[in-house]
């Protein structure tokens, strides 16, 4: 476990594990990876920076809150799970814009990826010290996605996404001072299929 790094400007890592996972056809937050949920995991994940950890829940919000509730953070239950992950963002960063007033920036988070290692975690909040104005955006076979770093100023037009998009307006609408990292275990579990994957992986890569 690495130092900590909590002051009231830390970045806030903030992670979303409020869909349905309707492709998955289950309670996805709760697969099994590993003996451990897949979003305990994740925030268990998160933890290890000393960063404050915001959770957003919605879908099945009960029984995903019940594999998390003796950790070391906060949860935030959002009803409108069902209009998408821009909605359940926009949740979230309301709830840091509130709860955080002097944090720096907020680091998106989602619970489906759990071969993220602690490197690009590692790497994204030195990056975010060393020029606290670029958007990180994490990449995995070219393709742009969370983990992303947003700075503080980027808080407003967050709050007003909605829908299934997420941020990727504001990605792209922000090009000029984005800086991409690339993020090698950014597998999303989005079906039964790619769990297999997952646990392949993590079997074929396990210490002998």
């Known amino acids: 476990m690495s130092a900590t790094i909590e002051s009231d400007e830390s970045p806030v890592i903030l992670l979303l594990a409020a869909g349905e996972g309707q492709r998955y056809g289950g309670i996805k937050q709760l697969a099994n990876i590993q003996g451990e949920p897949m979003v305990r995991r994740a925030a268990r994940t998160a933890l290890t920076y000393g960063a404050p950890v915001v959770v957003v829940t919605g879908a099945y919000a009960e029984q995903v809150e019940a594999v998390l509730r003796d950790l070391p953070l906060r949860i935030v239950r959002f009803d409108g799970w069902q209009q998408g992950m821009g909605s359940s963002l926009a949740a979230g960063i309301r709830y840091v814009h509130a709860n955080y007033p002097q944090t720096s920036a907020a680091l998106l988070c989602l619970a489906d990826q759990p071969l993220l290692g602690t490197a690009i975690f590692r790497e994204m909040l030195q990056r975010q010290t060393e020029f606290p104005q670029r958007l990180l955006v994490t990449e995995h076979h070219g393709v742009s996605g969370p983990p992303v770093m947003f700075p503080r100023d980027c808080f407003a037009a967050l709050m007003a996404c909605s829908g299934p ?42 210490p002998h």
């Open 165 to 206: 998009r997420g941020a990727h307006a504001l990605i792209e609408q922000e090009a000029a001072r984005v800086e991409r990292l690339s993020a090698p275990g950014g597998i999303d579990v989005d079906t039964p299929q790619d769990l297999q994957r997952v646990q392949d992986w993590l079997l074929a890569n396990a």
